[in-house]
T-cell receptor, first 115, second 113 residues
Framework: GAGVSQTPSNKVTEKGKYVELRCDPISGHTALYWYRQSLGQGPEFLIYFQGTGAADDSGLPNDRFFAVRPEGSVSTLKIQRTERGDSAVYLC?????????????FGQGTRLTVV | GESVGLHLPTLSVQEGDNSIINCAYSNSASDYFIWYKQESGKGPQFIIDIRSNMDKRQGQRVTVLLNKTVKHLSLQIAATQPGDSAVYFCAEIRNSGNTPLVFGKGTRLSVIA
């Protein structure tokens, strides 16, 4: 596709359940980022991949959050034992170079609601 | 001014007027700044960027000004149009590319037709 694709666009889950959020970056982009955006706030950094490896995971709030990018393309953000406070829009972005120094293109996000 | 939670700073302008959106950053080590536009239900979209060795950069209808002395960034939109209505975020990169973008809280721009 032409842009960053995120699926699902909306996810409602019960407290305590496990969820996976998927990101398909722009083809050829080596850098991939996950952000979380709460209502009325700016995106908050979670984790950044350069290729297959996590170059910076300092934004992950706790060990319930984990992300992978096994082949250096598609990435999955995994959240275990979801809590109501995890409700937010999860944004994915990709770019040609590392750490957002060149234009990072964002997907439309996955809106996660934990009930 | 700055707000938290649901109360984004809001700027209302008449169509055709110029808009100025302001942003304060905190880290003097930041050396690259970007303005993003976010429409409802969409991800942030790149508008314009500026490096710390510059104080002004112009794009199509947009100008970014950087004042490193007071750590202040502004986005000027000329001849504001209804399609400019969105939330605008400034973002900074710290430590010359070894860290990801850090976003500010955002300002909601409403254009009155």
């Amino acid at each position: 596709g032409a842009g960053v694709s995120q699926t699902p666009s909306n996810k409602v889950t019960e407290k305590g359940k496990y969820v996976e959020l998927r990101c398909d970056p722009i083809s050829g982009h080596t850098a991939l980022y996950w952000y979380r955006q709460s209502l009325g706030q700016g995106p908050e950094f979670l984790i950044y991949f350069q290729g297959t490896g996590a170059a910076d995971d300092s934004g992950l709030p706790n060990d319930r959050f984990f992300a992978v990018r096994p082949e250096g393309s598609v990435s999955t953000l995994k959240i275990q034992r979801t809590e109501r406070g995890d409700s937010a829009v999860y944004l994915c972005a990709s770019s040609n170079q590392g750490a957002g120094y060149t234009e990072a293109f964002f997907g439309q996000g996955t809106r996660l609601t934990v009930v | 001014g700055e707000s938290v939670g649901l109360h984004l700073p809001t700027l209302s302008v008449q169509e055709g007027d110029n808009s100025i959106i302001n942003c304060a950053y905190s880290n003097s080590a930041s050396d690259y700044f970007i303005w993003y536009k976010q429409e409802s239900g969409k991800g942030p979209q790149f508008i314009i960027d500026i490096r710390s060795n510059m104080d002004k950069r112009q794009g199509q209808r947009v100008t970014v000004l950087l004042n490193k002395t007071v750590k202040h960034l502004s986005l000027q939109i000329a001849a504001t149009q209804p399609g400019d209505s969105a939330v605008y975020f400034c973002a900074e990169i710290r430590n010359s590319g070894n860290t990801p973008l850090v976003f500010g809280k955002g300002t909601r721009l409403s254009v009155i037709a």
